[in-house]
């Protein structure tokens, strides 16, 4: 008996809930059904109104710009949502609010339809997307074949528009969101994500009999779906909407609750299924940790994978993954006869933001760069990041210089775009070299090589651009490198030489001085000068022992002179930027007169212009401890524009060696001859001796004759000479 009472009490309660569940649905369909008939009328009647006011104002006015008249009014729906048309009798739209339209066709589903003031409805393609389109003549039917038909307006909406208020919080997965035609087809209809549209509704039978009667939701079966489904006539339009709420979604509160009363009741006789559920779950449970150990192990290989062939700074790939794709990059190529385009990047001037800026700094400088190249190139090229500030770029498919460039370019000026560093605002370049595959390589190496060399020349004709590998700089780089690798055994094996010029007194024709002047001796390239090998010599490092060398020689070349019964000369010396800046610079000056014994009133130390400027009062520093040793200064290059004449007040200099360019000029105009005279009579007002440089001509001599300099030295008869072949008097 009580067994027959807990189940018969059982079922009294499941059946109860489902009844008040299938209630709560029906009021939900109805009150649903209410809100979305009150949003679709107020579309439809925007959408009407808008299309009877372009037809009013095509019909009754003489503009040949409707919609553009409308829309400066405001009189027209947002473009983003209606596309509004006027199409012409042949079905060619002449005006649109969207002109990717102008000129196209459209073929409505029934030209008599349209014959009449009727508003039209049916479904279109357009963007990929299904569209509603509303339609009303431009012109009332009339008798006349010559006045009917004169075309009409259209508008075009998204179909998801109508079913945009579809939440799944009350209608569930399987509900329903309908806008149907007066034939039972479905113009656009929602079920949880998914909208569909071109199915046939039989509405007819769901319909109330009446319009003004208040119908009730009742179930439907529909597409293997059981729904409380309510439809709604629209008044004045040719449609209907159908609302419809899955059974299954909707009583799934109560089978919950029923499941749980006959658990409930089925307690003890379940007992033993319950044990056995929970041995089932336990097992379950370790199936499942087996597998999660799995999957993470799976997960930890291929995030080592990862970390072996990307950079983790960047998550570039790294130098290992870029080896791997040239080297299959150069299979496929050999195999379908394609070429591809290798690019080697470094970007300018990243140590002296890493250096000054910070690491933290230079990380983030890399990893924008990093994006910024990625979003440069094409989906199917690759970027690499090789180390430091250097990256690569392989281009497939890219044969030409016309294909590469305006890649080459975008990726110019994407780096040029101003970095965000440390809270402001620094510019940074890049210097590309290229290389083409097969035409500069068959292999990785090769390709490598090639457009390193390519960028090593961008960077030296001033960075921030392109250069392509050609057979000459391949050249050129092996010169440098062979200058490269035997600077140091010149500074051992004594291949640096000196030759020395002459500097005459032009009124008495003696010799006043010998300039020092630096050449290298190479055993395969022949006798080189400063300009083709110091500036290696300041990347590897040797501009202070080469400096040092140069001193001393000279110095005691001098010294070995006066030996030889010749009169104690002047003895000059070029000095380099970073020679004089350096720390040891004036020590260096004088262990060299220390170890030769020269009269420190013989040496004069040649400093550019241009090097006064770079820091006054270090170089003002500096020379004054050269003044305490007794050395002249002498100022080489005067004239080039660099220094103010207050420098030259304060500088303690001895002497001034005007410009060569200067001297040319002297041959030139009297404008030329006038301010070469000029510059020659400052140096003579501001007491120092005034020596030209560059004499090449018997005219320029004479004007050197003039009371405004009293020295020079240049080439005009006197070339650069040997210690040996040097002209000197003895005593």
Request: charged residues 20%; glycine residues 6%; hydrophobic residues 40%.
């Amino acid at each position: 008996m009580m067994l027959l009472v807990i189940w018969g009490s059982t079922y009294f309660l499941v059946n109860k809930e489902s009844m008040v569940i299938e209630r709560q649905a029906e009021l939900s369909v109805s009150e649903i059904t209410d809100t979305y008939e009150a949003r679709v009328v107020r579309a439809l009647r925007e959408i009407d109104t808008a299309l009877k006011l372009v037809r009013f104002t095509a019909n009754s006015s003489d503009y040949a710009n409707v919609l553009g008249v409308l829309n400066e009014q405001r009189l027209l729906p947002p473009a983003l949502l209606f596309t509004i048309s006027i199409v012409d009798a042949q079905g060619r739209i002449v005006e649109t609010t969207d002109s990717g339209r102008l000129g196209q066709r459209l073929t409505p589903p029934s030209q008599a339809v349209l014959g009449d003031d009727y508003l039209a409805v049916w479904e279109t393609d357009a963007y990929q997307a299904k569209q509603l389109t509303f339609a009303r003549p431009l012109m009332s039917q009339t008798t006349s074949e010559e006045e009917a038909g004169t075309g009409w307006v259209v508008i075009a909406i998204d179909a998801n528009y109508f079913v945009s208020s579809y939440e799944v919080g009350s209608l569930g997965q399987q509900g329903m969101l309908a806008l149907v035609g007066t034939g039972g087809e479905v113009l656009v209809r929602r079920s949880g994500e998914a909208t569909y549209s071109g199915e046939l509704m039989d509405i007819a039978a769901w319909k109330s009999s009446t319009l003004d009667a208040v119908s009730a939701p009742f179930l439907t079966h529909w597409q293997g779906v059981e729904r409380y489904t309510l439809v709604r006539q629209l008044y004045d339009f040719p449609l209907s909407i159908v609302v419809g709420l899955s059974a299954q979604e909707q009583l799934a509160a109560a089978q919950q609750l029923a499941r749980k009363y006959w658990q409930r009741a089925a307690w003890t006789s379940g007992l033993l299924l319950i044990i056995l559920a929970m041995l089932a779950r336990l097992s379950w449970q370790l199936q499942r940790a087996q597998q999660r150990v799995m999957e993470e192990r799976v997960l930890h290989a291929q995030q080592v994978e990862h970390l072996a062939f990307h950079d983790t700074l960047t998550d570039l790939p790294n130098r290992a993954f870029l080896s791997h794709w040239l080297t299959q990059s150069v299979k496929l190529g050999t195999r379908h006869d394609e070429s591809f385009a290798l690019l080697f990047l470094d970007l300018d001037r990243f140590k002296l933001i890493n250096d000054t800026l910070g690491h933290d700094a230079g990380d983030h400088l890399l990893q924008e760069a990093a994006r910024r190249l990625t979003a440069s190139v094409r989906e199917s090229d690759f970027v690499a990041r090789l180390g430091g500030d250097e990256f690569v770029i392989i281009l497939s498919r890219a044969s030409r210089r016309d294909q590469i460039e305006p890649i080459a370019q975008k990726i110019l000026s994407a780096v040029r775009d101003p970095f965000m560093l440390a809270g402001q605002e620094c510019h940074v370049s890049v210097s590309i070299g290229v290389s083409l595959y097969p035409f500069d390589g068959l292999d990785e190496q090769t390709l490598m090589k090639s457009a390193d060399m390519a960028m090593y020349q961008a960077k030296q004709l001033g960075k921030n651009n392109v250069q392509y590998y050609t057979d000459e700089l391949s050249a050129e780089m092996d010169v440098r490198l062979t200058l490269e690798s035997g600077l140091h055994r010149a500074l051992e094996g004594q291949e640096f030489r000196l030759l020395f010029r002459s500097k005459y007194d032009i009124e008495g024709g003696n010799t006043l001085g010998m300039e020092a002047l630096l050449r290298w001796q190479h055993p395969t390239l022949g006798l080189l000068e400063p300009a083709q090998f110091m500036p290696l010599a300041e990347e590897s490092g040797l501009v202070m022992p080469i400096g040092q060398w140069v001193l001393e020689n000279a110095c005691r070349q001098n010294m070995l002179w006066q030996h030889e019964g010749f009169p104690a000369l002047t003895m000059a010396v070029n000095i380099s930027a970073r020679q004089f800046y350096d720390n040891g610079f004036v020590e260096s000056v004088s262990d060299a007169l220390a170890t030769t014994g020269m009269n420190p009133r013989l040496l004069e130390l040649e400093i550019t212009e241009s090097m006064l400027l770079q820091d006054v009062n270090r170089t003002a520093s500096i020379f004054a401890e050269i003044k305490k040793l007794g050395v002249r200064i002498v100022v080489d290059d005067f004239g080039t524009g660099y220094s103010s004449l207050s420098d030259l007040n304060v500088l303690p200099v001895d002497a001034l060696k005007v410009s060569s360019c200067l001297v040319k000029r002297l041959s030139g105009t009297r404008h030329d001859q006038q301010l070469s005279s000029s510059v020659i009579e400052l140096g003579q007002h501001l007491s120092l001796q005034v020596f030209a440089k560059g004499v090449a001509s018997h005219e320029q001599e004479r004007f050197i004759l003039s009371p405004y300099s009293h020295h020079f030295h240049g080439f005009y008869s006197y070339r650069p000479l040997s210690a040996e072949e040097s002209c000197l008097e003895k005593k």
